[in-house]
């Protein structure tokens, strides 16, 4: 059991409440067994560590000792673990919704040619696929675990991961399996890009995702999700990956109006897309279709940043009624920041998310975005999944951007970091 006390401002959430950041000053915080028992006001702590242990009773503490009348709690038989935190900011963990982190090889020369003008296009996609396909097992899960290792150091505690620089049978399969060591939020995208060996029939591409890679994917991915794009998959094709993807019990993602305004946001309503991501364009149509659908738009702002797109305007979504989630969409090629905080600070800055509303959509918002409840709030019954800032506030994350802001993260009440 831990007692966290000394919290300038607790960051607590309500997944329900859209863009509005509950904040407590000066909070304290009581874990046990790796999951939030309460969440408050320092002065009621007392009481709610009291109230903890009326509920659990007896339970775990030693008979001898009770019939002694030694002991009266778990704080006195040491089972009570009290930091106190001296005034920090503490945030839930970073829920990262929206990765590709399933890749060899290295694209900063695209980057720097980028910044010298040139301009992005999926077709750069094929470069990873070749050197993914060249690497071992080893090589890719080293290369993962090092970049969760990193993004762990920057508050993120729940990742979602993409395959889909495989685009094989036996290369898709193999990134599931490694994802699924080491998150349940796995996600398909075999229709990444149309791989080179079917460049001048994509339809026979699709047929093989369909036909094959999906029936052997069953049971190894959460999610489906499909780049729906000009020079990557058309809005027919998209519909057909990812109904085949439901029909064998995988929810559904898009990536979507990336590059272009095309249908591809309205798409991911009608198909009843969980999230549709990047929605770099959309119209005020769009907006107001994905309100009334309830779907999740999952902007990226790290996306915009390092192909020189223009940013949206989150100002935009919020006032439609959209559910805005922010991730880092970290990959080789568009984007290759795993830094939640960095992405927050873009939010604030460039696209006029409030700080309460991009901090929200990086926590809360990214657990709507995956359907999870247990994460992305602090409330009773969430994951002991905590951030403790270098700050008093977590104002901080937006107001320092490129200061490492995150001192001590917790993952199931396990300090990881
Ligand atoms: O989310 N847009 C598609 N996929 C990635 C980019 C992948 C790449 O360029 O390697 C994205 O931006
Ligand atoms: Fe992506």
């Known amino acids: 059991m831990q007692l966290f006390t000394g919290i300038s401002e607790l960051v607590v959430n309500d997944l329900d409440r859209l863009g509005e950041l509950d904040v407590i000053a000066d909070a304290a915080l009581l874990v046990d067994d790796g999951r939030v028992i309460w969440s408050g006001p320092s002065a009621q702590a007392d009481t709610a560590l009291a109230a903890h242990e009326d509920q659990i009773g007896t339970a775990g503490l030693n008979d001898d000792d009770i019939a002694n009348g030694e002991v009266t709690s778990a704080n ?10 001296g005034g920090k900011a503490v945030i839930p963990g970073f829920v990262d919704s929206h990765n590709h982190l399933i890749f060899a090889g290295d694209r900063s020369e695209e980057f720097a040619a980028r910044m010298a003008g040139q301009k992005y296009s999926a077709g750069g996609i094929a470069t990873t696929v070749a050197a993914t396909r060249a690497a071992t097992e080893t ?21 979602e991961i993409k395959s889909g620089y495989g685009l094989t049978v036996p290369d898709e399969i193999q990134a599931l399996d490694i994802i ?93 897309c969980v999230s549709v991501d990047h929605a770099t364009f959309a119209s005020d149509e769009d907006l107001e279709i994905l309100a009334e659908a309830g779907t999740v738009v999952t902007l990226l702002p790290s996306i915009e940043f390092s192909t020189r797109q223009p940013y949206p305007d989150a100002r935009r979504y919020v006032d439609a009624g959209v559910s805005l989630a922010i991730a880092s969409d970290c990959n080789p090629g568009s984007g290759f920041s795993n830094s939640m905080p960095f992405v927050i600070a873009i939010g604030v800055r460039d696209m006029h998310f409030t700080v ?9 918002g990214g657990a709507n975005a995956l359907q999870r ?24 994350l937006a107001y320092r951007p490129g200061v490492q802001l995150v001192e001590r993260v917790y993952s199931g009440g396990e300090l990881i970091v």
Not at 211 to 228: L, S
Request: proline residues 4%; charged residues 25%; aromatic residues 6%.
């Open 356 to 364: 309460e509303q991009a901090v929200w959509a990086a926590t809360a």
């Open 139 to 159: 090589e890719l899960e080293a290369n993962l675990v090092h970049l969760l290792d990193q993004a762990k150091r920057q508050g993120t505690t729940t990742f």
């Open 76 to 85: 006195e038989l040491g089972g009570l673990e009290t930091i106190d935190l």
């Open 373 to 396: 409840t247990d994460v992305g709030h602090l409330g009773a019954g969430a994951r002991a999944d905590l951030a403790i800032l270098d700050a008093p506030s977590y104002r901080h």
């Open 180 to 272: 699924n060591r080491h998150t349940e939020e796995s996600t398909l995208i075999a229709a990444h890009v149309v791989p080179p060996e079917f460049k001048d029939e994509p339809e026979r591409y699709v047929d093989l995702v369909i036909d094959e890679i999906i029936p052997a994917a069953e049971g190894k991915a959460k999610w489906i999700d499909v780049f729906c794009e000009t020079g990557a998959f058309t809005e027919d094709q998209t519909r057909r990956i990812i109904e085949a993807g439901k029909a064998v019990g995988m929810k559904p993602r898009l990536h979507a109006n990336q590059l272009t305004e095309g249908g591809a946001l309205k798409l991911g309503a009608e198909l009843g």
